[in-house]
């Protein structure tokens, strides 16, 4: 029984995935970034209140994750498969930063709404089905099953 986290096993690739999965590469690299400079206050509003870490050590491993996972989705296009599912693990990871800002009403990245923090909360989901849609992740899954 082959693994879908076989290196071997790389579904064929499009021009819309690929222009995806540079888009969100990209994405990830931007924030990464920011998560280091220019938005590290925005991001520690992000962190939940129950995260047993210093939140900004929380922001500067999560920026460094991201710098490495955009990279990866970018460069390792070998082994698109495999960063996808990590990808997609990282957002899930995440998702409950964007639940905390929504319940405690914390402003950041212009959501100083409820409204707008609330419907943010959906885009979560986008974001996991296009890592693991662009990096054929899905399909490799379907494959196997």
């Not at 491993?61 to 996972?69: H, N």
């Not at 390792?76 to 998702?95: E, H, N, P, T, Y």
């Not at 089905?129 to 494959?143: C, E």
Request: proline share 5%; charged share 15%.
């Amino acid at each position: 029984m082959e693994s879908i986290f076989n290196p071997a096993i790389q579904p064929k690739t499009n021009f819309g995935k690929t222009i995806v999965r540079i888009i969100l590469g990209s994405f990830l690299l931007f924030a990464g970034i920011s998560h280091l400079s220019f938005n590290r206050g925005e991001f520690l509003a992000q962190v939940p209140s129950w995260v047993p870490m210093d939140p900004d050590l929380v922001v500067i491993l999560s920026g460094i994750v991201e710098i490495l996972l955009g990279a990866s989705l970018l460069f390792l296009s070998s082994k698109r498969v495999q960063v996808g599912w990590v990808v997609a693990l990282f957002f899930v990871l995440i998702f409950p930063g964007n639940v905390s800002q929504y319940v405690n009403g914390i402003d950041a990245f212009g959501l100083d709404t409820e409204k707008a923090r609330f419907i943010r909360l959906f885009f979560q989901p986008v974001l996991i089905v296009m890592a693991l849609w662009s990096t054929g992740a899905l399909r490799a899954w379907r494959n196997k099953n």
